[in-house]
T-cell receptor, first 114, second 113 residues
Framework: EAGVAQSPRYKIIEKRQSVAFWCNPI?????LYWYQQILGQGPKLLIQ????????DSQLPKDRFSAERLKGVDSTLKIQPAKLEDSAVYLC????????????FGQGTRLTVV | GENVEQHPSTLSVQEGDSAVIKCTYS??????FPWYKQELGKRPQLIID?????GEKKDQRIAVTLNKTAKHFSLHITETQPEDSAVYFC????????????FGSGTQLTVLP
């Protein structure tokens, strides 16, 4: 069974530049999550989609972060402009739906802002 | 929102000994509690989970217990092996419309040979 796919695996950018991450969830999974994991901490939810609609984006810094899931499958997360404190691993996860409890994670994208 | 606290942040045990990691949560409506294992540079992997209508669940060497009254749950690993060394995260899923997962801060488990 194919898992959650993310790209790129690593990205290094300078502060004030922009960056985008891509996620392809497990086939058939309607719910997609983006998490930010800062080194030494647990994953923090940034945004949750149900199909192509946003269910929860209360912790997304909307002045610089944006995310979309236009066709209810793949999703992109963008940061513009990046700050040093955005350095983290960005994890995408998916589940069949919010009521289906098991969520599966992708490998993540490690972002370093210099 | 939900707040999950996890202890200890680091744990070292001798191979063959047991390891226990504890978490507390704040939202009494939370109804699902998974545990994830994350090896260095890899994705979090679900290792065991428990729903709020169950007090204990076991899968080979790992078990999870839940005390809803006290709002805490624990991961127990018996007969630890070096390959158990990793960071372990607990999480709690709220019962709101979003049913989001809130994670603890993680426990670095080291099993010494």
């Amino acid at each position: 069974e194919a898992g959650v796919a993310q790209s790129p695996r690593y990205k290094i950018i300078e502060k004030r530049q922009s960056v985008a991450f891509w996620c392809n969830p497990i086939s058939g999974h309607a719910t997609l999550y983006w998490y930010q994991q800062i080194l030494g901490q647990g994953p923090k939810l940034l945004i949750q989609f149900q199909n192509n609609g946003v269910v929860d984006d209360s912790q997304l810094p909307k002045d610089r972060f944006s995310a979309e899931r236009l066709k209810g499958v793949d999703s992109t997360l963008k940061i513009q402009p990046a700050k040093l404190e955005d350095s983290a691993v960005y994890l995408c996860a998916s589940s069949l739906d919010p009521g289906t409890v098991k969520a599966f994670f992708g490998q993540g994208t490690r972002l370093t802002v210099v | 929102g939900e707040n999950v606290e996890q202890h200890p942040s680091t744990l070292s045990v001798q191979e063959g000994d047991s390891a226990v990691i504890k978490c507390t949560y704040s939202d009494s409506a939370s109804n699902y509690f998974p545990w994830y294992k994350q090896e260095l540079g890899k994705r979090p992997q679900l290792i065991i989970d428990i729903r709020s209508n169950v007090g204990e669940k076991k899968d080979q060497r790992i078990a999870v217990t839940l005390n809803k009254t006290a709002k805490h749950f624990s991961l127990h690993i018996t007969e630890t092996q070096p390959e158990d060394s990793a960071v372990y995260f607990c999480a709690a899923r709220g019962a709101g419309s979003a049913r989001q997962l809130t994670f603890g801060s993680g426990t670095q488990l080291t099993v010494l040979p």
